[in-house]
């Protein structure tokens, strides 16, 4: 079965750290770029990060530059979204995708359709 499956979420306080993870099956992990999108109740999803399957570039949403690492572990079939200083605005259910054609170009931008794969989501709450 072909799927990503996403874990580490919880309620943490603000400036607290949290280490999300996308665990893939089914394909080759290695021939996909990884992004991670969130989205907030009310609120379209937005694109937080994406990491290239071609040479690992990594791609940051401004309001998280500085404080979330997106990396990736062939090995293990594994993203993972490191995110440190939280806000209560990051607070969001976090949904990882795999891309195999667009190599991350426009990642935020494009429609769901055009990933290959979704995983279910974790929620995060960022919260005093």
């Known amino acids: 079965q072909r799927q990503l499956v996403e874990s580490g979420g919880g309620l943490v306080q603000p400036g607290g750290s949290l280490r999300l993870s996308c665990a893939a099956s089914g394909f080759t992990f290695d021939y996909y770029s990884i992004a991670w999108f969130r989205q907030a109740p009310g609120k379209e999803r937005e694109g937080v990060s994406c990491i290239r399957s071609s040479d690992g570039t990594t791609y940051y949403t401004d309001s998280v530059k500085g404080r979330f690492i997106i990396s990736r572990d062939n090995a293990k079939i594994t993203v993972y979204l490191q995110m440190n200083s939280l806000k209560p605005e990051d607070t969001a259910v976090y949904y990882c995708?795999?891309?195999?054609?667009?190599?991350?170009?426009?990642?935020?931008?494009?429609?769901?359709?055009?990933?290959?794969?979704w995983g279910q989501g974790t929620q995060v709450t960022v919260s005093s």
């Open positions: 995708a795999a891309d195999s054609y667009y190599f991350c170009s426009g990642y935020g931008g494009r429609p769901a359709d055009e990933f290959d794969y």
